[in-house]
């Protein structure tokens, strides 16, 4: 994964959290049905030259 900015490779596997919180972010989808929620805990990518910050989920595919 390569920063957008400066097309330095990023850090992966930073974990997110919520100033505050001990919860961090994480993205969710609701299905048709009770209990067919789709969630992924938010990962971020950081760029060493620039700053750069990118989100990420690992298992974007269960969401379609």
Do not use: R, W
């Not at 299905?31 to 990118?54: D, H, M, Q, R």
Request: net charge positive.
């Amino acid at each position: 994964m390569n920063c957008n900015h400066c097309q330095s490779e990023l850090i992966k596997n930073c974990e997110v959290n919520v100033e505050g919180g001990l919860y961090g972010v994480k993205i969710i989808k609701k299905k048709k049905g009770l209990f067919n929620n789709v969630s992924e805990k938010t990962k971020a990518a950081v760029c060493p030259s620039c700053g750069y910050v990118a989100f990420y989920i690992d298992n974007y595919k269960e969401f379609i």
